[in-house]
């Protein structure tokens, strides 16, 4: 029970294995010594172009050793006269072999896990590849990643929960091949400073009731609860003002008696941070940008670093990171051209709750390599509660995203 | 009392869109990828904003977040105005823009709540309004949101949305900032630009 868990949160909405969708198809127990003449003209006249992860024979051992194998001919109708739609290649070969036909089902989509794939293979077989691109965690987190991981998300908390008011949410970016902290920071929608966000107290107090009637935010919010550091004279009750989790309440918000505090309905804690992060850049970098107008800067500084298309620098970039040169450039004091990241390109993020689509479109945009975040967002996350930025494949930059669940004793 | 919203005449709508557009060749100059886009309360531009991506080395700073800055700014801290009274003053706000608002500013645009949004070609690679996701349309948002959980919670809001004006001279644009690159750059390395990160990679974009 008390043990944390980093789950990853896959690009399509999770189907039960055993409820994945299945189309039907017209197959054939043949001859052992036909296969190969039958397989081979079955590609030409029946190539199963839809339904390139499901193999076109299998083999089922009968009893006493003996193989029986069975093909798919092709994908058949859902109607009752099936006959009908067969294709006249298909056709023939049935009459000139002989083969009674009969309707299968196979599973209609490539598994994106092996328990989908050892289900589907229950049905027919399929193949399987796990899934190729190259973004660390996915397949796994070795023990001492998943330590850190821990560890950052541990102090993510700690910020979220680190003021007067209510719990906010906070956003730590993080460069993960030196486990160095670039920006971090919490939501800046109510106050400037949310340790002071006196005016949250009074303002945000109505949403705990309203979270609290959706059962998964009542288990966030118990978790909050729970995990809040358990000195006794705090109050039990923290109030839970994350913007993200509803990035309309502002407007609903009364005139303050404090003329001294700022808000601002877009500060979320993402946004902040990557604010945080690109003036770290700015700052860091900044004497590589002064060579004329500003904008210019920029852009020399890019056309000098390399020759590539933006694409094959967004790979170098985080290549850079892995082999530690960044790590020198830092070192060294004095930061090279070659290792200025691109953006955050190669950097994570952690969250205590998954953000919003205005927070999770800005990440796409600032180029977040993975997003770790700890509590569900159930009516306005954008990471799978209500929409799935990461499958949206149309996007030019795609992050990991997990869902880290911490043990309710920190 | 306030005069009635007034119907924008096609005249206007195209006056204020070419305010927009010169403010996407404000960022072409400057090097960015030219998106501009100006506000409107009542009839009047009450604010201007265009993209500084490249400059800032942050790619959230797109036109449409620039100008809602300029907005709170002015409201919050030189008017005085409360949550509630510029809340308000969004919900009588019209912005026009050069292209679709991407995912985040069409999540922005809802969030404080504006009243309506012209645009000018559309965006298939990160379009908020349609294109993507529909994050204008309140409809879009699943029903259990909002429902039952009492009046307290602030809904999602929609707004209305026109697409298609003046979306060539947009595209236009777009085609120049590619085509050019920076024309004050040596020659050898004329096309490097920065991967934009605004609203459209390659010219992803289309006359409406
Ligand atoms: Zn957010
Ligand atoms: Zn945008």
Redesign the pocket.
Known sequence: MNTSQILHVPDKPPIPPHQQPTVNVLASVIEPKLANTIIRRLNQISPLEILRHVKRIQKKHVEEGKIKLLVILCVAGDGENESNNIPEGVQQLINSYQLSPFITKVCQYAATSKEDWEEQCKLWPTSFHPPTYNIDGIGGFIEEDSHSVFDFMQLTLKMARSGDGPIV?AAVIVDPSVNQIIASAC?QTCSLYSSKAECCIRNCTKQPEVYGSHPDSSVVADHVNVSSDGSRDEPKQRHIGA??LN?WQWAAQQKLQTTSSSWHP?R????VAIESSATRDRRLFLSLGQDGDKSNGVYSIQSSSTSTTPTKRQKTDSTNAENGDKLDAHTEGLPSVSARPYLCTGYDIYLVWE??????M?LVHQRIRRIFYAFLNPH?G?LGSVHRLQGEKSLNHHYAVFRVVLPKEL | MASPTEEQSPDDTLTYMELAIQQAKLALDCLEVPVGCVILEGGKVVAAGRNRTNETRNATRHAEMEAIDVLLEKWQQKDGLSQLEVAEKFSKCSLYVTCEPCIMCA?ALSIVGVQEVYYGCTNDKFGGCGSILSLHSSSSIPSHIGDGVGSEVARPKGFKCTGGLMASEAVSLFRSFYEQGNPNAPKPHRPLLAPPDNALNNLNVKEE
């Open positions: 949410n939501d913007s993200c990035p877009l979320h804690a993402s946004i953000p919003c689509a205005m927070c999770a800005a306005a954008a | 999540a």
